[in-house]
């Protein structure tokens, strides 16, 4: 075992753990950014700076998008309701398991660490993806789910090549920018975190805050849809 | 000419789009002026060029080319028609990032690579998910999206990885095959929003703009199934593994999307309901191409996909300018649709034919030979009717068409081209020739210029009609396809053999050794690459495993 990218392993799973555990937005945000910027380090050989520094530049934005997104709002995550000591013992167990299967029936051709912290993080991002009513609970699973594939395909296939780390960099920037927009959109229709049209219901229907103006709700479905008040109305884009 | 240019130019104007859409016009010009040159530079790509780049290639070929250019032209009519019906401002900037990302994926011969590249490019569409001002309904829809996305996409990366390496001291071989390809297929149709995968699709219909839905559900997910199509044959097809199991388990999938789709169509009352569904019907015909994992199935697979997307996406511009013409979607309150707009009625029938076809036509020998090649028997008729169940939806459009017209129907506005306003006449008062001389020129500016101002004005009475008319270009487009017009049956088909010269090692012209990979059954290699030229087999390692005999 190697050292370093052990302790780099409990680096990105302690930071998994926070994201999915903690209440606080800006704790889980700080939490999902530990774990993504240390799974940029958990290979063998380890990448060119070139492409270690497009993935810790796409981990900063991603993670600055997603601040912006719950800036100046009280909203509290849900958190995890198993509390984090539980997370912690399920990710470290699936740890175990990662690490144990190395190559998943044959030699991997990258370290045993990537595929412990890649079980890891699967595990924790599973409970925020299947029960996640919480729009940036969802979100941070969503980004870990597929952060643990990634690392799963570092551990099983080796050192991932320039061009894969590029688009690997624009995914989790583009992960980001999905989950700061989905954020934003919660917030605005007054149900806080939580994605759903009786959350919303249940609270005021503005906002105010930085970064999301006072915004008007309604609950008809059609969206986009101009109102159809008479045959070709006129256009009415929605800024 | 590779790809690049056109990277550059659906990248780059999406991103200048998004970034000015607080000037609506600004943006929007932006965005149909990038995706008509994302039309241009989608034409100028090379079949046979290769740029090595950062460890990986993108790799040109025939059918890229033809998605991508396919792809930018009918994006490029479907904005506009946003712009007559008022869309999301977002719409330009999403169309053109999420054609470029099908064209990176497609130009990725390295499946890995391509499914990063793919699943970005859906993540896109969660921003025109959302409507502004923001609804709880587009909220949650936004939120599954992103669960489906990361899902599936965590699905093929594990897959891809999985068997994507050496694999000579495998343990476990076919169980390892199998489930790596269930859990490629599988995502194929969660992208899809394949039966059972479609609760969020099928929201995405309410939530979406109507004009992006074609992006969102069809041609994004689409190149997605390109590059499994390209995995499995590369990858899987070739070992003539059993996986009974698993492959039935996907033509289940597959063919149970193909019948129900069409009967939830059938059922709708809301027309952007009805394009959802028959898309998901149709995507049901395109996982049979993944179940059949067969050379023969590559060039109908591919055929296919290309050609439903087309299609579905003219089903979905009718729909909006069905609403633009007559202010609702709702089946039941168009009755008379097709007596008062005869435009959209020929659109109809155009892309009746298109999405059916008959025999001979690549559309028709393209469905029908992905099911003969995956069911048997009983099953293979009950999946045939059910892929031409849609035409039970179109049946009852047309009866309704040509019904007594409704109130809604009856008040709206007629489709013949009007002048918006009279353009005022200016006599020419001057008393000698020369003073009328100058008059009449003077006159002549100050008329052209009254011209220009009406446009405006006369663009938005003639708003139906032209909705119209982009509706027949799409339809036409989409016919053409269907009839094997653009070549689509043999960019679909091309099989990999012309080794293309990467254009960092060798200059151009100097001539390569083609492959001489075979499949086990000694055909020619069915693919290599997502995009489904060859360059694939000459710059990814053979599987060093042994092949398994079929039993």
Same mark, same amino acid.
């Given at each position: 075992?190697?050292?370093?990218?052990?302790?780099?392993?409990?680096?990105?799973?302690?930071?998994?753990?926070?994201?999915?555990?903690?209440?606080?937005?800006?704790?889980?945000?700080?939490?999902?950014?530990?774990?993504?910027?240390?799974?940029?380090?958990?290979?063998?050989?380890?990448?060119?700076?070139?492409?270690?520094?497009?993935?810790?530049?796409?981990?900063?934005?991603?993670?600055?998008?997603?601040?912006?997104?719950?800036?100046?709002?009280?909203?509290?995550?849900?958190?995890?309701?198993?509390?984090?000591?539980?997370?912690?013992?399920?990710?470290?167990?699936?740890?175990?398991?990662?690490?144990?299967?190395?190559?998943?029936?044959?030699?991997?051709?990258?370290?045993?660490e990537a595929q412990a912290a890649g079980f890891a993080i699967g595990v924790l991002a599973a409970t925020p993806i299947v029960t996640g009513r919480d729009v940036l609970r969802l979100g941070i699973g969503s980004i870990l789910l597929l952060s643990a594939g990634l690392l799963v395909r570092q551990a099983i296939g080796g050192t991932p090549s320039d061009l894969e780390q590029l688009a690997t960099s624009g995914l989790v920037v583009g992960l980001g920018g999905a989950v700061a927009a989905i954020t934003l959109g919660a917030r605005a229709v007054g149900g806080g975190l939580v994605a759903g049209e009786e959350a919303a219901a249940r609270r005021p229907t503005r906002v105010h805050g930085r970064g999301v103006g006072p915004i008007q709700t309604s609950h008809r479905s059609g969206a986009h849809r101009p109102p159809e008040s008479g045959p070709a109305a006129e256009p009415t884009t929605h800024r | 000419m590779t790809i690049l240019p056109f990277l550059a130019v659906t990248f780059g104007a999406a991103a200048a789009s998004l970034l000015t859409r607080r000037s609506e016009r600004l943006s929007a010009t932006i965005g149909i002026l990038g995706l008509a040159g994302a039309v241009v530079a989608a034409a100028a790509i090379s079949a046979d060029e290769m740029l090595a780049i950062g460890g990986g290639e993108l790799v040109g070929s025939a059918y890229l080319r033809l998605f991508v250019w396919l792809g930018s032209l009918v994006a490029l009519l479907l904005a506009l028609l946003g712009l007559l019906s008022g869309s999301h401002r977002h719409v330009p900037g999403v169309l053109l990032a999420g054609i470029g990302a099908a064209g990176l994926a497609l130009a990725l011969p390295d499946a890995r690579i391509a499914i990063l590249a793919a699943t970005a490019g859906g993540l896109v569409g969660i921003l025109v998910t959302i409507p502004l001002p923001a609804l709880a309904s587009g909220v949650v829809v936004a939120a599954r999206e992103l669960r489906a996305l990361a899902v599936a996409g965590a699905l093929a990366i594990l897959a891809a990885a999985w068997i994507g390496r050496p694999l000579a001291e495998l343990a476990g071989e076919p169980a390892v095959f199998g489930l790596a390809y269930l859990g490629f297929a599988v995502a194929v149709a969660i992208r899809f929003g394949a039966i059972p995968f479609h609760f969020w699709a099928a929201r995405?219909?309410?939530?979406?703009?109507?004009?992006?839905?074609?992006?969102?559900?069809?041609?994004? #997910?689409?190149? *997605?199934?390109?590059?499994?199509?390209?995995?499995?044959?590369?990858?899987?097809?070739?070992?003539?593994?059993?996986? +009974?199991?698993?492959?039935?388990?996907?033509?289940?999938?597959? &063919?149970?999307?193909?019948?129900?789709? &069409?009967?939830?169509?059938?059922?709708?009352?809301?027309?952007?309901?009805?394009?959802?569904?028959?898309?998901?019907?149709?995507?049901?015909?395109?996982?049979?191409?993944?179940?059949?994992?067969? #050379?023969?199935?590559?060039?109908?697979?591919? +055929?296919?996909? $290309?050609?439903?997307?087309?299609?579905?996406?003219? *089903?979905?511009?009718?729909?909006?300018?069905?609403?633009?013409? *007559?202010?609702?979607?709702? $089946?039941?309150?168009?009755?008379?649709?097709?007596?008062?707009? #005869?435009?959209?009625?020929?659109?109809?029938?155009?892309?009746?034919?298109?999405? *059916?076809?008959? #025999?001979?036509?690549?559309?028709?020998?393209?469905? +029908?030979?992905?099911?003969?090649? +995956?069911?048997?028997?009983?099953? &293979?008729?009950?999946?045939t009717l059910g892929a031409l169940g849609p035409l039970a939806v179109y049946a009852r459009l047309a009866a309704i068409g040509v019904g007594r017209p409704s109130e809604t129907v009856a008040r709206a506005a007629s489709q013949r081209p009007t002048w918006a306003a009279p353009l005022p006449s200016r006599p020419a008062l001057g008393r000698t020739i020369a003073g009328r001389g100058v008059e009449r020129a003077a006159n002549a500016v100050g008329g052209g210029l009254d011209l220009l101002r009406t446009v405006p004005a006369a663009l938005g009475v003639n708003r139906a009609l032209i909705a119209s008319l982009l509706v027949l270009a799409l339809a036409g487009i989409s016919l053409a396809l269907s009839a094997g017009g653009f070549g689509v049956t043999a960019a679909a088909g091309a099989v990999p053999g012309q080794v293309p010269t990467p254009i960092e090692s060798e200059p151009p012209g100097s001539e390569s050794e083609p492959p001489a990979t075979t499949t086990p059954d000694g055909s020619a290699p069915a693919s290599g690459s997502p995009a489904g030229s060859g360059p694939a087999e000459s710059t990814r390692p053979e599987p060093s495993f042994q092949s398994v005999p079929s039993p």
């Open positions: 075992m190697n050292p370093a990218l052990a302790g780099l392993t409990c680096v990105v799973v302690a930071g998994a753990v926070t994201a999915v555990s903690a209440r606080e937005p800006r704790a889980a945000l700080l939490g999902l950014l530990v774990a993504l910027l240390g799974a940029s380090f958990l290979a063998d050989p380890l990448p060119t700076p070139l492409p270690i520094a497009a993935r810790i530049v796409a981990a900063i934005l991603a993670a600055r998008l997603v601040a912006i997104a719950i800036r100046g709002g009280g909203e509290q995550t849900s958190g995890s309701r198993l509390g984090w000591p539980v997370e912690a013992l399920a990710a470290a167990a699936a740890a175990v398991i990662g690490y144990a299967t190395h190559g998943l029936g044959a030699p991997g051709a990258g370290p045993p | 995405l219909a309410d939530a979406a703009p109507e004009v992006s839905l074609p992006m969102l559900m069809a041609w994004g #997910p689409a190149a *997605f199934a390109v590059v499994a199509l390209a995995w499995a044959d590369q990858s899987v097809a070739p070992l003539l593994l059993p996986l +009974t199991v698993e492959r039935s388990l996907v033509v289940a999938v597959g &063919a149970v999307s193909a019948v129900l789709g &069409a009967v939830a169509a059938w059922i709708q009352d809301d027309l952007e309901h009805v394009v959802g569904y028959t898309i998901i019907a149709d995507a049901g015909i395109a996982i049979l191409g993944l179940a059949a994992l067969d #050379p023969a199935a590559w060039e109908p697979a591919r +055929t296919w996909v $290309i050609v439903f997307v087309v299609a579905r996406s003219a *089903f979905a511009a009718w729909a909006v300018a069905v609403r633009l013409a *007559f202010g609702s979607r709702r $089946i039941d309150e168009l009755r008379g649709w097709a007596l008062r707009a #005869p435009l959209l009625a020929l659109g109809l029938v155009m892309i009746v034919v298109a999405s *059916f076809g008959v #025999p001979g036509l690549a559309v028709w020998e393209a469905r +029908t030979g992905l099911i003969d090649l +995956t069911l048997d028997g009983p099953f &293979a008729i009950v999946v």
